[in-house]
T-cell receptor, first 114, second 112 residues
Framework: DAGVTQSPTHLIKTRGQQVTLRCSPK?????VSWYQQALGQGPQFIFQ???????QRGNFPDRFSGHQFPNYSSELNVNALLLGDSALYLC?????????????FGSGTRLTVV | DAKTTQPNSMESNEEEPVHLPCNHS???????IHWYRQLPSQGPEYVIH???SNVNNRMASLAIAEDRKSSTLILHRATLRDAAVYYC?????????????FGTGTRLTIIP
């Protein structure tokens, strides 16, 4: 049973550029959340998608946007990249009705902005 | 969001039990206590969760204080593969607010 798949694994972008990160959730899961993890810190919640709608959002600017597709996969888009956006971006999937159970995380996309 | 407090780091000898503490004095009645761990170069991995009663699974045990203001993750026999950052998280089960709020966690080092 495949877990959460994220692509690409590593990415280098220049300041001001735009980036799209992709996530396929674990089979059977319908909800996708995105987290940003800076070096030495715990992951920070960006937003969560369910039924192709953004359900909940963390304290991130509008430069961060997302999308969920009918097959539950998701994209995270970041516009006008800043050096401070360099981080590990993690995707986590879950089943909305199964609130008692844990999220399944992918291994992340390491984004470096130069 | 209710906060948790954990020691920055802990060390334990291989094949001995490990007790990882967590304080959450502002926990609310709708908060579940979740533990995740993150191995190097990987995403966080779900370990265990509980509400009021102690819980056991194949990975670990979770002991919850009677007033729910603290909890302890117990690894019964640590191996080198248990070296990771362990996060104690309060997860609100109110509909629409199920995000995970991570702190900086406890970095567990296992000594061979």
């Amino acid at each position: 049973d495949a877990g959460v798949t994220q692509s690409p694994t590593h990415l280098i972008k220049t300041r001001g550029q735009q980036v799209t990160l992709r996530c396929s959730p674990k089979s059977g899961h319908d909800t996708v959340s995105w987290y940003q993890q800076a070096l030495g810190q715990g992951p920070q919640f960006i937003f969560q998608y369910y039924e192709e709608e953004e359900r909940q959002r963390g304290n991130f600017p509008d430069r961060f946007s997302g999308h969920q597709f009918p097959n539950y996969s998701s994209e995270l888009n970041v516009n006008a990249l800043l050096l401070g956006d360099s981080a590990l971006y993690l995707c986590a999937s879950s089943l909305l009705g199964g609130r008692d159970y844990g999220y399944t995380f992918g291994s992340g996309t390491r984004l470096t902005v130069v | 969001d209710a906060k948790t407090t954990q020691p920055n780091s802990m060390e334990s000898n291989e094949e001995e039990p490990v007790h990882l503490p967590c304080n959450h004095s502002t926990i609310s009645g709708t908060d579940y206590i979740h533990w995740y761990r993150q191995l190097p170069s990987q995403g966080p991995e779900y370990v265990i969760h509980g509400l009021t009663s102690n819980v056991n699974n194949r990975m670990a045990s979770l002991a919850i204080a009677e007033d729910r203001k603290s909890s302890t993750l117990i690894l019964h026999r640590a191996t080198l593969r248990d070296a990771a950052v362990y996060y104690c998280i309060l997860r609100d089960t109110n509909f629409g607010n199920e995000k995970l709020t991570f702190g900086t966690g406890t970095r567990l080092t296992i000594i061979p």
